[in-house]
């Protein structure tokens, strides 16, 4: 079977298991059916090449069973496969003693971390919705991933049980209208306990940004993927300035509305590579991307200073930039 006939086949089970077509019952469904699968894969774990071999079956299937706006409340995209790549590689660049992600989804990124050469030596997912923690611990099963731990837990109001030497992250996309009044109340004054007190316009991503920077260990590297529309809005400024003084900025990728980052949203996308204590530079090396997407591989060598086909700016960070 192909990765493509099982996502066929999981969401047609999904369908037709489930007690109804509206996403509560899907759901549903999906965590019961991800169950049985995991009891499969225990008793029989060698039948399983296609739903491991690098493709994320279970993310794909649930992303073609819950429609892309009844996701967006909570940002349920997942990453796509080539910023995975680029992400995991560079943060695998150094030794990684534990690497968190803390809105695990269906553990795209941490898949694609413990794929690479040197894999981190053990990862952490966080995730608030039990359905996405089900989809990772299958994907994790299905390649027998023993050094994962998954809690479920909301990443901006819980502690976080582990000091992680590295971070990576897609977070929602939400804007802030989407958190509710009170978490976004506690939100705001568990940053202002640590000093740090932020518009209430910020985005749940850029909230994310500014935690994962707080709890990953001096020295930690973070690969971080963000709209790029924050930068340019007023409140961002003061974020940005925060971000600088807490963390060497090692490269920008930036990608524009023409490549369709997320299947079924339209948006601008930004990866941030940062490394927290580090001595602040005045620049940092950006790379734009248009609608075709270059090898991983060139991106990286680009923004390390290698010779390569892309053009690399050296972006100044400055209030005014
Ligand atoms: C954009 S998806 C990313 C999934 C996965 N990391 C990936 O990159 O493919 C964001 C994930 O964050 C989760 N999430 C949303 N709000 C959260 C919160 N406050 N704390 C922890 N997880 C959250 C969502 O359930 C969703 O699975």
Known sequence: MTAEGAVVELVERVRASATGPEPAALRAALERELGRLGRQVRAHPSRWGAWADGVDVVGTAYERL?????????????????????????????????????????????????????????????????????????????????????????????????????????????????????????????????????????????????????????GGRLAVLTTSWWLDANYGRQIEHHVRNQARVDGLVFFDESHSFFAGAKTTALITLLTKGAKPAATAPAVQLGAELPAVSEVLRALCGRSTSLTVEEAELTEAR
């Open 66 to 218: 819950v429609k892309a706006d009844q996701r967006r409340a909570a940002g349920q995209f997942q990453t796509p496969p080539w910023a995975a790549q680029l992400m995991a590689t560079w943060l695998t660049e150094e030794p990684i003693e534990l690497l968190l992600d803390p809105g695990v989804g269906s553990g795209r990124l941490l898949l694609a971390a413990a794929a690479q050469p040197r894999p981190p030596q053990r990862m952490l997912g966080l995730d608030s919705d039990p359905v996405a923690l089900a989809m990772t611990r299958l994907n994790a099963k299905l390649r027998r991933l023993e050094n994962l731990s998954l809690r479920c837990g909301d990443f901006l109001l819980d502690a976080v049980p582990a000091a992680p030497t590295a971070i990576t992250a897609n977070p929602p996309f939400s804007r802030h209208h989407a958190i509710p009044a009170p978490a976004k109340a506690a939100i705001h004054a568990g940053l202002e306990e640590r000093g740090l007190k932020v518009s209430r316009l910020a985005p749940l991503h850029v909230l994310f940004l500014l935690r994962a920077l707080d709890v990953v260990a001096e």
